[in-house]
């Protein structure tokens, strides 16, 4: 398998790339920590990053249905 290369819907905060990719090894699962794909910087776990970019999408949904 090659490399899982998600996209997120946040900047870096510390190289300033948008939206920041993230590179996970095989095997990744929600416990795998996370790193910036262009400068290396820790996001976390990407269960807690995937869950923040679920929060976020469903925030954007609720603006959207409410407009
Ligand atoms: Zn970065």
């Not at 090894?25 to 269960?47: I, L």
């Not at 869950?51 to 249905?65: C, F, P, S, V």
Request: proline share 7%; charged share 20%; aromatic share 6%.
């Amino acid at each position: 398998m090659s490399e899982h290369t998600p996209v997120l819907s946040f900047p870096c905060p510390s190289c300033g790339d948008s939206p920041a990719k993230i590179t996970l090894p095989d095997g990744w699962n929600d416990d795998t920590m996370a790193h910036c794909n262009s400068c290396g910087v820790s996001f976390g776990k990407y269960g807690e990053i995937a869950e923040r970019i679920r929060q976020a999408q469903e925030i954007e949904g609720a603006d959207h249905l409410s407009a």
